[in-house]
T-cell receptor, first 114, second 114 residues
Framework: SQTIHQWPATLVQPVGSPLSLECTVEGTSNPNLYWYRQAAGRGLQLLFYSVGIGQISSEVPQNLSASRPQDRQFILSSKKLLLSDSGFYLC?????????????FGPGTRLTVL | AQKVTQAQTEISVVEKEDVTLDCVYETRDTTYYLFWYKQPPSGELVFLIRRNSFDEQNEISGRYSWNFQKSTSSFNFTITASQVVDSAVYFCALSEPYTDKLIFGTGTRLQVFP
């Protein structure tokens, strides 16, 4: 089964600083990958998804960008963080085989922008 | 447009009580999947169940049961004889076909008191 790694686990950054969150996946190849954000006390919102290397779809206009330089690597970035970028960021991977219609989530990164 | 509504923001019960978490969804797709996830205080999303839109059979797993009714576009989740360890935020989600992007409800925070 798939294993999703995310780092860092927590991050505190000043407004205006850059951001790079990394997600890597084990146990599958050519998966669909997703970035979700959960703002404090709110539900999860899909930010980006990718169906393959270099293929990124953005769901909402925002201060963030995503890249997929390798099959099982998904990166979330920002050139200048805003206070509103604070939240819990979750990377997800679509399952394979009998789990094809399921999504598996990583442990998340908790980002605080001050 | 697709949408998931969890009208209950927070529910508090005493241990051993039964509790039902409501989920209502909207979609124009004929094929879709519905999910329930549990988010304990640690933050990770724990998969609980996936239901295919063509399978309206109710499902029971231990103390958990799910009632899927297409006629009312609902997919409710019942915990029987609740326990303190059930305290968490529970999310209902709907997937889009082909991309499997998940549309989440805003979540229901369940607190089970001893």
């Amino acid at each position: 089964s798939q294993t999703i790694h995310q780092w860092p686990a927590t991050l505190v950054q000043p407004v205006g600083s850059p951001l790079s969150l990394e997600c890597t996946v084990e146990g599958t190849s050519n998966p669909n990958l997703y970035w979700y954000r959960q703002a404090a006390g709110r539900g999860l919102q899909l930010l980006f998804y990718s169906v393959g290397i270099g293929q990124i779809s953005s769901e909402v206009p925002q201060n963030l960008s995503a890249s997929r330089p390798q099959d099982r690597q998904f990166i979330l970035s920002s050139k200048k963080l805003l206070l509103s970028d604070s939240g819990f960021y979750l990377c997800a991977c679509r399952g394979a085989g009998v789990f094809y219609n399921e999504q598996f989530f990583g442990p998340g990164t908790r980002l605080t922008v001050l | 447009a697709q949408k998931v509504t969890q009208a209950q923001t927070e529910i508090s019960v005493v241990e051993k009580e039964d509790v039902t978490l409501d989920c209502v969804y909207e979609t124009r797709d004929t094929t879709y999947y519905l999910f329930w996830y549990k988010q304990p205080p640690s933050g990770e999303l724990v998969f609980l169940i996936r239901r295919n839109s063509f399978d309206e059979q109710n499902e029971i797993s231990g103390r958990y049961s799910w009632n899927f009714q297409k006629s009312t576009s609902s997919f409710n989740f019942t915990i029987t004889a609740s326990q303190v360890v059930d305290s968490a935020v529970y999310f209902c989600a709907l997937s889009e076909p082909y991309t499997d992007k998940l549309i989440f409800g805003t979540g229901t925070r369940l607190q089970v008191f001893p």
